[in-house]
């Protein structure tokens, strides 16, 4: 059974468009990340949660917003994509330093 | 700054053949250190991981990695590799910080 469930699989957006990613999980973990994945490079974190605790990477550009209304679900806002905003986004959750566990991954295409 | 430095960037192999990739980190202190694998395709994977303890661990697959504290690598191994070994490889250390900062990732070939 999944565990990490990310909503949609694909995703396609106009330029400039704003647009919503989702994620839940089963696990009741209490950190979620949010990673951006482009083809051939690894995956780049671009914030996570420590519970209600928002942590966003220095280099992570404004354009990119996040949501966690509670344990299980946490969003990722793009308030307006450009072209090189696509890839794959990558939800995770983790129990504290305990492994990480990987959604599927929403693939972002603009257009 | 944290940093996390994996310098096969990609390797081709034969089957049976034995495989080493090598994973630096740069921070100092309590780390807990995770391989991560991703078949074409799929999602990431644990590999295996490292908390404390014996520093030789072993995880799925017959895939095992040494910690070496005094050079800040943990480094993976297996000593024969099969065709469906074909994937990427990431190393992730992680720290306090309670983020997982991945290195580059290898690309593992392994021709039949």
């Known amino acids: 059974d999944a565990m990490v469930i990310q909503n949609p699989r694909y995703q396609v957006t106009q330029f400039g468009k704003p647009v919503t990613l989702s994620c839940s999980q089963t696990l009741n973990h209490n950190v979620m990340y949010w990673y951006q994945q482009k083809s051939s490079q690894a995956p780049k974190l671009l914030f996570h949660?420590?519970?209600?605790?928002?942590?966003n990477e220095a280099d992570t550009p404004d354009n990119f917003q996040s949501r966690r209304p509670n344990t299980s679900f946490c969003f990722l806002d793009i308030r307006s994509p450009g072209l090189g905003d696509a890839a794959m986004y990558l939800c995770?959750?983790?129990?504290?330093?305990?492994?990480?566990?990987f959604g599927q991954g929403t693939r972002l295409t603009v257009v | 700054a944290q940093s996390v430095s994996q310098h096969n960037h990609h390797v081709i192999l034969s089957e049976a053949a034995s495989l080493e990739l090598g994973c630096n980190y740069s921070?100092?202190?309590?780390?807990?250190l995770f391989w991560y694998v991703q078949y074409p395709g799929q999602h990431l994977q644990l590999l295996l991981k490292?908390?404390?303890?014996?520093?030789l661990v072993k995880g799925i697959k017959g895939f095992e990695a040494e910690f070496i504290k005094s050079k800040f690598s943990f480094n993976l191994r297996k000593p024969s590799v099969q065709w469906s070994d074909t994937a990427e490889y990431f190393c992730?250390?992680?720290?306090?910080?309670?983020?997982?900062?991945f290195g580059t990732g290898t690309r593992l070939k392994v021709l039949a």
């Open positions: 949660y420590y519970d209600k605790d928002f942590n």
């Open positions: 992730a250390p992680t720290s306090g910080t309670y983020k997982y900062i």
């Open positions: 490292y908390f404390s303890g014996d520093p």
């Open positions: 995770a959750t983790s129990r504290d330093l305990a492994e990480a566990f």
């Open positions: 921070y100092g202190g309590t780390v807990n």
